[in-house]
């Protein structure tokens, strides 16, 4: 937005001393024409020269002649749009379509818990867990490579009940698959699911 601001002295003496040449211009009577300006009664005018200067913005402004001018910018800058840009990548845009069931694998020191999401929706589509009752009484150990078998066996039954045949795994930043991730992901793959 923008606000303009004049100095009021210029503006009283170029308007006093058109309507003084228009005065002797047309002799006191009717104007002939029907022009804009001619509409206008004439006015005796007085020149006011005490009024304080306008002090300009601080922040954007630009002094003309007497005429400020503020401007204020909306429009982001190159680096800002560089560093933020608005644009989703087409990876980003149709991942969540191409491959909607995500498998998530937590390793605690005590338990493993693994569960499929739908990432559209965020519904669980299935869940296992050696926390779990049936799973904590009936295991010897709750961590090692036997309850990881369990757990890929129950995500891969419990998911093609929910007729999801295909699933996908992101590994976070650094991460191997290896030890007990390759396990359980070995596991899931052997019992008929398909990792894409």
């Keep these: 937005m923008a606000c303009i601001s004049a100095s009021i002295t210029n503006a009283s003496t170029i308007s006093s001393t058109v309507l ?4 002797s211009s047309s002799n006191a009577e009717k104007p002939n024409s029907l022009s804009f300006a001619s509409s206008f009664p004439h006015f005796t005018t007085s020149t006011i020269h005490s009024i304080a200067p306008i002090s300009p913005h601080p922040l954007s402004s630009t002094n003309i002649n007497g005429l400020v001018v503020h401007a204020a910018w909306t429009r982001r800058s190159r680096s800002e749009a560089e560093k933020r840009p608005n644009r989703k990548s087409w990876k ?3 991942d969540m379509y191409m491959r909607p069931f995500l498998l998530n694998v937590f390793f605690s020191k005590r338990f493993i818990h693994a569960k499929v999401m739908h990432r559209g929706t965020s519904k669980v589509i299935s869940v296992a867990s050696t926390n779990a009752k049936d799973l904590r009484t009936s295991l010897p150990s709750l961590v090692d490579e036997n309850a990881c078998r369990t757990i890929g ?7 093609m009940e929910a007729d999801v045949f295909a699933m996908s795994y992101e590994p976070k930043k650094g991460e191997r698959i290896e030890g007990k991730l390759g396990i359980i992901l070995e596991t899931i793959k052997e ?5 894409v």
Aim: aromatic share 6%; charged share 20%; hydrophobic share 30%.
């Design 92 to 94: 980003q845009r149709t």
């Design 191 to 195: 019992n008929g699911i398909i990792f």
């Design 20 to 23: 003084s040449s228009r005065r």
């Design 153 to 159: 066996t129950l995500i891969a039954q419990r998911s």
